[in-house]
């Protein structure tokens, strides 16, 4: 057994006996976070499909003035409740989403022909009225543009009078594209699982041993000190890959129990997505482990590395971050930079697009550049008589 060998499968056995190390490599990251994340889905989506299903009840300011306006909400499900003093007031409390408000000269204005006036009071930050506000304004403006039709048919014209341009929309997402919408946090997702998976490892591997004085006769062993590192980025990115591994197959099972036909798009996170996940996210997983070796070899103790790493954790938010705030078109250049390429790769696989083999090539190409810059860095750590120095 050469000294690469020796040292992977020591570390590796070591750490699969250390409890704290499993429970975050293979549990906490890999499994916890696509659990609650499918469980919240779940709940969220059921109850927004349940509340768009459901009769909903709505303060009507003025009801006695438009009766047939009335019924015409009553048979879109919506039930006039007695009207309050102050709707404004009812809303920001919460005590309703949202109030319908008659204008007093609806019946005069009505009779002349005019246009009248309803108001919606309604605060556009409460996301939890959105869906009863929607059906209502839904229902206000159909019932204007049927009476508005009816108008001009009294007087002999044609309702297509009132409209000379019409809007055709040619929506051109498709139902797997759209579920992109809603799945775009998964390469922050994925990022972060492997940044998790390996976290645990890099600290004991570095400053725990320091901090144990176990890295000093170690280093006192005729064995080459980058076949020493080579051996613990090996059992660094096991680790990794093993809770990408989870965490891809745990995502899989989201179509499962999230009810995808009712929101009406495609969710395909099967064997072929899953493949190209991990091969996408190869090079970030050797550069996270000499990114987390190289952080961790400048603490003296295991406590100071948590602190480092947490730091660190930053960097894979950036990426999925930007792209929330900024939508940008992507560039080819952008697949070779490391994170900005997997982010943009995985949300092409989400929507369906598929990556082409320049993508495909630029993404991993960049990776693994960053790669061997961060494990050279970390090498050159590595040969400092510095870091066999426990105190």
Same mark, same amino acid.
């Given at each position: 057994?050469?000294?690469?060998?020796?040292?992977?499968?020591k570390?590796?056995?070591?750490?699969?006996?250390?409890?704290?190390t499993?429970?975050?490599?293979?549990?906490?990251?890999?499994l916890?976070?696509?659990?609650?994340?499918?469980?919240?889905?779940?709940?969220?989506?059921?109850?927004?499909?349940?509340?768009?299903?459901? %009769?909903?009840h709505?303060?009507?300011?003025?009801?006695?003035?438009?009766?047939?306006?009335?019924?015409?909400?009553?048979?879109?499900?919506? $039930?006039?409740?007695?009207?309050?003093?102050?709707?404004?007031?009812?809303?920001?409390?919460?005590?309703? $989403?949202?109030?319908?408000?008659?204008?007093? $000269?609806?019946?005069?204005?009505?009779?002349?022909?005019? +246009?009248?006036?309803?108001e919606?009071?309604?605060?556009?930050?409460?996301?939890?009225?959105?869906?009863?506000?929607?059906?209502?304004?839904?229902?206000?403006?159909?019932? #204007?543009?049927?009476?508005?039709?009816?108008?001009?048919?009294?007087?002999g014209?044609?309702?297509s009078?009132?409209?000379?341009?019409?809007?055709?929309?040619?929506?051109?997402?498709?139902?797997?594209?759209?579920?992109?919408?809603?799945? +775009?946090?998964?390469?922050?997702f994925?990022?972060?699982?492997?940044?998790m998976?390996?976290m645990?490892l890099?600290?004991?591997?570095?400053?725990?041993?320091?901090?144990?004085?176990?890295?000093?006769?170690?280093?006192?062993? %005729?064995v080459?000190?980058?076949?020493?590192?080579?051996?613990?980025?090996a059992?660094?990115?096991?680790? +990794?890959?093993?809770?990408?591994?989870?965490?891809?197959?745990?995502?899989?099972?989201a179509?499962?129990?999230?009810?995808?036909?009712k929101?009406g798009?495609?969710l $395909?996170?099967?064997l072929?997505?899953?493949?190209?996940?991990?091969l996408?996210?190869? %090079?970030?997983?050797?550069l996270?482990?000499?990114?987390?070796?190289l952080?961790?070899?400048?603490?003296k103790?295991?406590?100071?590395?948590?602190?480092?790493? +947490?730091?660190?954790?930053?960097?894979?938010i950036?990426?999925?971050?930007?792209?929330?705030?900024?939508?940008?078109?992507?560039?080819?250049?952008?697949?070779a930079?490391?994170?900005?390429?997997?982010?943009?790769?995985?949300?092409?696989?989400?929507?369906?697009?598929?990556?082409?083999g320049?993508?495909?090539?630029?993404?991993? #190409?960049?990776?693994?550049?960053?790669?061997?810059?961060?494990?050279?860095?970390?090498?050159?750590?590595?040969?400092s008589?510095?870091?066999?120095?426990?105190?």
């Amino acid at each position: 057994m050469n000294a690469f060998t020796a040292v992977y499968w020591k570390e590796v056995r070591e750490n699969l006996r250390d409890r704290r190390t499993l429970i975050n490599a293979l549990i906490t990251g890999p499994l916890l976070g696509p659990v609650l994340f499918i469980m919240l889905m779940n709940v969220m989506v059921n109850r927004e499909l349940a509340r768009a299903d459901q %009769p909903i009840h709505v303060p009507v300011i003025g009801a006695e003035l438009a009766p047939n306006f009335m019924k015409a909400l009553k048979g879109a499900g919506i $039930d006039a409740d007695p009207a309050v003093a102050d709707p404004e007031r009812a809303v920001h409390d919460m005590r309703a $989403d949202v109030v319908i408000r008659i204008a007093p $000269d609806f019946v005069k204005a009505w009779e002349k022909g005019q +246009s009248v006036q309803v108001e919606l009071v309604y605060d556009s930050s409460r996301r939890d009225a959105n869906t009863a506000v929607a059906r209502v304004r839904s229902v206000v403006e159909s019932y #204007a543009r049927r009476e508005g039709a009816m108008r001009l048919i009294a007087r002999g014209l044609s309702p297509s009078t009132a409209w000379p341009v019409t809007v055709a929309e040619r929506d051109q997402a498709t139902s797997q594209s759209r579920s992109a919408l809603m799945f +775009s946090f998964l390469p922050y997702f994925f990022v972060l699982t492997v940044f998790m998976g390996g976290m645990y490892l890099a600290i004991d591997l570095t400053a725990g041993e320091r901090e144990r004085q176990s890295l000093e006769p170690l280093f006192v062993n %005729p064995v080459a000190r980058w076949k020493i590192l080579a051996g613990k980025l090996a059992a660094i990115c096991t680790f +990794s890959i093993i809770s990408l591994l989870l965490s891809v197959s745990a995502f899989a099972t989201a179509p499962w129990f999230i009810p995808t036909e009712k929101l009406g798009i495609a969710l $395909d996170l099967g064997l072929h997505f899953g493949a190209q996940v991990v091969l996408l996210m190869l %090079p970030l997983i050797v550069l996270l482990a000499a990114l987390q070796s190289l952080v961790s070899a400048f603490a003296k103790s295991y406590r100071e590395a948590q602190t480092y790493l +947490s730091i660190l954790m930053i960097i894979p938010i950036l990426p999925s971050a930007l792209l929330s705030v900024i939508p940008i078109k992507p560039e080819a250049w952008m697949y070779a930079v490391p994170l900005l390429g997997q982010n943009l790769g995985i949300v092409q696989l989400l929507r369906g697009d598929g990556i082409t083999g320049q993508e495909l090539a630029l993404c991993l #190409a960049g990776g693994f550049a960053a790669a061997a810059l961060a494990v050279w860095a970390t090498a050159a750590m590595y040969r400092s008589e510095r870091l066999a120095i426990s105190a």
